[in-house]
């Protein structure tokens, strides 16, 4: 079991950036791959990025790709979202999420179904 908990969101214009953090807690991070999701007002909640457990693969959302990179350090137990060139569409609470891990090292899960825990999201906000 593992618990989680989103930091780094906030107000910031169009073309600004922003990094979000994940922390977990448990002995067991590096056992998950961790994704970020979003989700808008009237919108379903949406894959952002994906990282496996080892952090060799990743995934991203076409909307995102070449502007956001996600990573993470197993040994502080904290997954990251580095946002750059911030657009208003990238306006929604943005949530982490992670999923236990057995065997694979380089799946990376990109359905809100494939994951097991999720973190209680923080909000992101780009003006224009």
């Known amino acids: 079991q593992v618990q989680l908990v989103e930091s780094g969101g906030g107000l910031v214009q169009a073309g600004g950036s922003l990094r979000l953090s994940c922390a977990a807690s448990?002995?067991?991070?590096?056992?998950?791959?961790m994704g970020w999701f979003r989700q808008a007002p009237g919108k379903e909640r949406e894959v952002v990025a994906a990282?496996?457990?080892?952090?060799?693969?990743?995934y991203y959302a076409d909307s995102v790709k070449g502007r956001f990179t996600i990573s993470r350090d197993n040994a502080k137990n904290t997954v990251y979202l580095q946002m750059n060139s911030l657009k208003p569409e990238d306006t929604a609470v943005y949530y982490c999420?992670?999923?236990?891990?057995?065997?694979?090292?380089?799946?990376?899960?990109?359905?809100?179904?494939?994951?097991?825990?999720w973190g209680p999201g923080t909000q992101v906000t780009v003006s224009s």
């Open positions: 999420a992670a999923r236990r891990m057995s065997a694979s090292t380089y799946y990376t899960p990109t359905s809100t179904r494939q994951y097991d825990y």
């Open positions: 448990g002995r067991t991070f590096s056992r998950y791959a």
């Open positions: 990282i496996s457990s080892s952090g060799k693969t990743t």
